[in-house]
């Protein structure tokens, strides 16, 4: 968890969780459009998604590979 490799991972997961949620949010919309777009709550929902991802990332230290966010081991 102390390392670099973890945190770009994590960061990863996390951008892609922001992503997501965003998707998840704006997807529901019949027709998006920028101008109209609640921009706060598009941001809390991205920024919420981002820290439920990190802190899954610290709470998965040890179960995986060694300094992986991720629970599955790439070991067979």
């Given at each position: 968890?102390?390392?670099?490799?973890f945190w770009?991972?994590?960061?990863?997961r996390?951008?892609?969780?922001?992503?997501?949620?965003?998707?998840?949010?704006?997807?529901?919309?019949?027709v998006?459009?920028?101008w109209?777009?609640?921009?706060?709550t598009?941001?809390?929902?991205?920024?919420?998604a981002?820290?439920?991802?990190?802190?899954?990332?610290?709470?998965?230290?040890?179960?995986?590979?060694?300094n992986?966010?991720?629970?599955?081991?790439?070991?067979?």
């Open positions: 968890m102390f390392t670099t490799k770009k991972a994590a960061a990863e996390a951008g892609k969780s922001a992503a997501q949620a965003l998707l998840l949010l704006w997807g529901g919309d019949a998006f459009s920028a109209d777009a609640d921009w706060v598009a941001g809390g929902v991205a920024a919420g981002a820290v439920l991802s990190l802190l899954t990332s610290v709470v998965s230290v040890g179960a995986g590979e060694p992986s966010p991720s629970l599955v081991s790439a070991s067979r």
